[in-house]
């Protein structure tokens, strides 16, 4: 299906290909269907949403841990999840030009959007969206292994293990980030929706007493966390699931939304998953998940609320997010307006021009400033199109070596945003930016 996108998604798209920040997967051979490959500023990009994830997730509290499971996991575990049997899309096909949909997202039926025939589709027939793969040299069925469709699966599995690691005590959650693989129908939009991506998920355990407590508690952390990554609140909103479209698993899910050029669409999920994974576990493994409360004396499954983001669906929002047409800026007139705390490049050193010395004190500058920071060096061109190319690359803070540089030690620094230019001591520079990306 063609991808919805108005001239402004096409541009955006066009300017991360000619940045570095996303290529085509495999392009010199025609691409790959939904794959796409992160070049160097949207692998910085994503390594800094990642570790600004991680930071508010585990880092800074005392509550959380880490884990990094493996993608192959044995085959039984998504027999118990219910991902064999029910992680099923309804797809339809058009018997004139073979195209596929995804039966719930066709709104009109009667027609088919690809070849414009009518009443031309099959019934509709449930398609397992797990990736399946052989594990040692026998291609046979007892070899079958899957790609993980989502990390929660490694974290359900390793709670005992990391709970008593830890010594952590209920309420207490796991975090991990990692790929996930879907044979999606209709994958599309761009790193949208993609066949193989990455989750940033949580999964907090909770005395079941105090699942509405602790589900509002992270529907509020989750909410704030998009504020502080920097993304419009007026793009964000809350998608609550009815009884109609709620997991087998779930007892409440409430999905953050953000207002995409192609509609509003889901960027995360918090969810109730109660005690359905870990109590499915303990019954296919019987190996007791209870956890036993010493200041109570009560005994309990966990109940679980997980917190399950798409980091490439967020690379995504904070693209679309940050980028702006501004036809002040001259003869490029794109900007990306990142938080600089995840701006791929912190800051840019320009001097003027390539003499007087002015060259000499930029390197310097640069040699220094990027013993801690993520910094560009330009010498190239006139200095308005080098402010251009920082404005398309994200870069917040241009610092530009002049003629005054020679006589009192200051530059100018240029702010991305407002475009103002303010002086500022050389030896003030490293403390400027840190205070500003830190
Ligand atoms: P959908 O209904 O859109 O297929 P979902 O409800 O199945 O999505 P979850 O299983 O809740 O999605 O996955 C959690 C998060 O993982 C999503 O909010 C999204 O950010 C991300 N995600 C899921 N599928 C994809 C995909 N195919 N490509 C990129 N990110 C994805």
Not at 402 to 428: C, F, N, P, W, Y
Request: proline share 5%; aromatic share 12%.
């Amino acid at each position: 299906m063609a991808d919805k996108f108005d001239d402004k998604m096409e541009r955006l798209v066009s300017l991360c290909k000619r940045r570095g920040f996303v290529f085509p997967s495999s392009e010199i051979y025609g691409g790959l269907n939904s794959c796409w490959d992160y070049g160097p500023l949207g692998a910085e990009l994503k390594r800094n949403i990642k570790t600004f994830w991680w930071d508010a997730m585990t880092n800074r509290r005392d509550d959380i841990e880490g884990l990094d499971a493996a993608i192959l996991m044995h085959p039984k575990v998504w027999e118990t999840s219910g991902h064999v049997e029910g992680f099923t899309d309804p797809m339809i096909d058009c018997k004139v030009c073979k195209a596929r949909f995804r039966d719930d997202e066709l709104e009109d039926k009667s027609k088919c959007p690809r070849c414009g025939n009518k009443d031309s589709f099959t019934e509709p027939r449930n398609f397992n969206l797990m990736f399946k793969t052989f594990m040692g040299p026998l291609e046979d069925e007892t070899a079958v292994v899957y790609l993980r469709p989502e990390t929660a699966q490694g974290i359900y599995v390793n709670f005992l293990n990391v709970k008593n690691a830890s010594r952590q005590k209920v309420p207490f959650g796991i975090a991990q980030i990692g790929k996930a693989f879907r044979n999606e129908i209709t994958p599309g939009n761009f790193i949208f929706r993609t066949r193989e991506f990455e989750q940033m998920e949580m999964q907090y355990f909770i005395n079941p007493k105090e699942d509405e407590k602790w589900f509002e508690y992270w529907k509020g952390q989750r909410w704030q966390w998009y504020i502080d990554l920097g993304i419009n609140p007026s793009k964000l909103r809350w998608h609550e699931h009815g009884p109609n479209d709620l997991a087998h698993y779930a007892k409440a899910a409430y999905d953050i939304e953000y207002e995409y050029p192609f509609g509003w669409k889901e960027l995360e999920g918090v969810h109730n998953r109660t005690d359905f994974d870990l109590s499915r576990h303990q019954e296919a493994t019987g190996k007791k998940q209870i956890y036993r409360d010493d200041a109570t004396g009560e005994s309990f499954v966990p109940y679980i609320i997980e917190t399950s983001a798409g980091c490439d669906r967020t690379v995504l929002t904070v693209l679309v997010d940050a980028y702006n047409e501004d036809d002040s800026r001259g003869e490029k007139s794109a900007v990306l307006k990142f938080n600089p705390k995840i701006a791929p490049l912190k800051a840019a050193v320009l001097p003027l021009v390539k003499k007087d010395g002015m060259p000499e004190i930029a390197t310097k500058i640069y040699t220094e400033l990027k013993k801690r920071f993520k910094v560009f060096y330009d010498e190239g061109g006139s200095i308005g199109r080098r402010y251009a190319r920082m404005d398309e690359a994200g870069c917040p803070f241009c610092i530009t070596i002049d003629g005054q540089t020679l006589e009192d030690e200051t530059v100018t620094i240029r702010d991305r945003d407002s475009m103002e230019q303010t002086r500022h001591k050389i030896a003030e520079l490293m403390d400027f930016v840190s205070q500003r990306v830190g």
